[in-house]
């Protein structure tokens, strides 16, 4: 197993603010240069923020069903992280990006699961997603759905509670025209920080404090826990 660190520094009056972003899993494995991709599309976003976010790679569940994670993202914000969203619940032809409203995450868990599928390889119907091994196709929603929930159970027997989990599927054959129309968890090989945060807040249920929407995947005492 490798860790590697993505240090920012950024002087703010006397304070020198500082996000630190862990990277862990075994550099030889493509979860771990998934996680590494994941890290680089947070950075430049966060250099200037206190706080702290591990990036997982290959995590095993064990005793859950489905027990395989190929990128787990953890991450908390005292100060909180800015970014401008847009409406993920709509169909992709109704999003305006131009749209969007402020909001802040201090907390958050992102579950990525990472399909190198062709498209010709998958198949997009009835709102999910489905791949092609060989002769066999798999309802990868349904997977990525059921992947949120063993690792929330995980968490909880590990922990005694559990965070809200967001959970992603992450195609990185396609580009964004290849994504259904339909409102969807998924990710195109090339994803912006805001795009994951708008699917994130689509999952999410915030509360609005001076026109800006808060999120938390737990509560404040326990988010130095992730």
Known sequence: QTSRELQSWRSVGTHRAFMKITVHGDAGKPEYAAAQHVAEVLRPNIEHIDGEIAVRSGITLFGQRRRDVDVLVMGRCPAGIPVEVWDATVPRSKIKKSETRPAVFF???FCIEV???CFDQLVFENNSAWVRYRDKWSDATAQ???QKYCLLRYLENL???RPFVCNFLWFRNLEQAQLPDFPNNFLAARFSFEELFSKAAAQMKGFVDDGVE?????KQARAAQL
């Open 107 to 109: 907390s958050f868990v």
């Open 115 to 117: 399909k190198d599928h």
């Open 159 to 161: 922990t005694g509670w």
């Open 214 to 218: 808060c999120f938390h995947a737990t």
């Open 144 to 146: 990525s759905e059921e």
